[in-house]
């Protein structure tokens, strides 16, 4: 049981993001809840253990079903997440914080949306079937090839700007995102 609790990415996620539920669903989550009283309640005897941790089971899967239901039926909201972490990215590789601070980080994003990394990253590959880092890479590629393709730096000096301390990360990693260099990238331009 305590295995297949760790399946169930909810239990990591803040206060503030509860499991959303309809009256229904709400009756059904509630209806489990008063089963496992009552047996708890109840004369204990050689099956009291087994059907209280089925019930417990049964919990966690419609948990489960209204958890994937919510980000389904809660896209105007989900959709503000994501302009949020549009703007935050945005944000943060036109600040002097990437230099300084590097790449941002999982962490760091879920922080300025106020909401938790797992959260962050089921909302994001429900909707997107992209996690949160391949956002941050998606965005860094993005303007990694801007820079590359408008001015003269140096493919180190571009590296530095974009938060990487050593220029072979950042030509690694932009070659396994577009399968090029960023050399080969930038001569494709003249």
Request: charge should be neutral.
């Amino acid at each position: 049981m305590s295995k297949s609790i760790k399946q169930y990415d909810f239990f990591d996620y803040s206060v503030n993001e509860a499991l959303f539920l309809s009256d229904k669903e709400e009756r059904v989550i509630n209806a489990i809840i008063e089963n496992i009283k009552q047996e708890y309640h109840n004369n204990i005897d050689k099956f009291s253990q087994s059907i209280i941790v089925s019930q417990i089971e049964t919990l966690l899967n419609y948990s489960e079903r209204f958890y994937q239901r919510q980000f389904i039926t809660r896209k105007i909201e989900n959709h503000k997440i994501l302009e949020a972490l549009e703007q935050t990215l945005n944000n943060y590789f036109k600040s002097p914080d990437l230099i300084s601070g590097g790449l941002p980080t999982v962490q760091f994003i879920s922080e300025k949306l106020n909401i938790s990394p797992n959260y962050l990253s089921s909302l994001l590959k429900s909707l997107t079937g992209q996690s949160t880092q391949q956002h941050i890479h998606d965005k860094l590629i993005s303007e990694a090839k801007q820079k590359l393709s408008t001015s003269n730096r140096s493919i180190s000096e571009i590296a530095y700007e974009l938060g990487f301390e050593h220029s072979q990360s950042f030509s690694k990693l932009f070659k396994s995102k577009t399968a090029v260099t960023p050399s080969q990238f930038r001569e494709s331009f003249n």
